[in-house]
Structures are given as structure tokens and as C-alpha cells.
Nanobody, 123 residues
């Protein structure tokens, strides 16, 4: 069974940085795209960024563009999310997810999810 496991969340002051990682384990994991979403209580899960495994092409939500960077390590089957210039509104549970394609800004395009990691940004 494939599992996605996130790590790297925590508490940081506004303006600071955090780096999230997502590792795939289990049987051979193959997805065309890997992404990050985030969710706060009472709100829908929100697209943050996604990356194509083969080409490395990236897509970002406008709210994080220029501050967050998604990257992948094909050999290790991991993806990272480098988050700089963090703001209190970035506070959320961040989820890693895998997709075979579709409209990548929507959760429905992703069929494999991690358990999430909490990121808290204090003002």
C-alpha cells in the first residue's frame, strides 16, 4: 500500500521560513504530478503548489507565488515545499498529494493523500 508521509511542519514567526517534505513509501509509487494543499478549520482544502515528476514543471497558487518553492527528488521519491516570508494567513495543515492528471488546482484530481502536517505562523 502506498503511503505519503509529510514532515517539517512547526511554529514559526511571521517572516520566517519552513521546509516541508513528503516521502512516498510502499509499492512502486507512480504519479504524474505531486502537489501540496492546505486546510484551515471550517474551510475547504486549498491548492498551494504542484510539480510534474518528469519535467519538473511547477504551478503555484497566486497567494504563495514568489514565496514558496516546490521541488522533487525523483531518485528518493520525495517532494519538498520551501516556504519563505511566511505570513499568519499561511497557518494551516499542509497535505501532500499525488495525481495522474486533471485540473490540478482541484482536490478531485488527486487520488493519494498524506496525513498532513501543521504549520503555524505567529504574528
Amino acid at each position: 500500500q502506498v503511503q505519503l508521509v509529510e514532515s517539517g511542519g512547526g511554529l514559526v514567526q511571521a517572516g520566517g521560513s519552513l521546509r516541508l517534505s513528503c516521502a512516498a513509501s510502499g509499492r512502486t509509487f507512480s504519479r504524474r504530478f505531486m502537489g501540496w494543499f492546505r486546510q484551515t478549520p471550517g474551510k475547504d482544502r486549498e491548492f498551494v503548489a504542484t510539480i510534474a515528476w518528469s519535467s519538473g514543471t511547477t504551478y503555484y497558487a497566486d497567494s504563495v507565488k514568489g514565496r514558496f518553492t516546490i521541488s522533487r527528488d525523483n531518485a528518493k521519491n520525495t517532494i519538498d515545499l520551501q516556504m519563505n516570508s511566511l505570513r499568519p494567513e499561511d497557518t494551516a495543515v499542509y497535505y501532500c498529494a499525488g495525481s495522474q492528471g486533471g485540473v490540478l488546482y482541484f482536490t478531485s484530481a488527486y487520488d493519494t493523500w498524506g496525513q498532513g502536517t501543521q504549520v503555524t505562523v505567529s504574528s
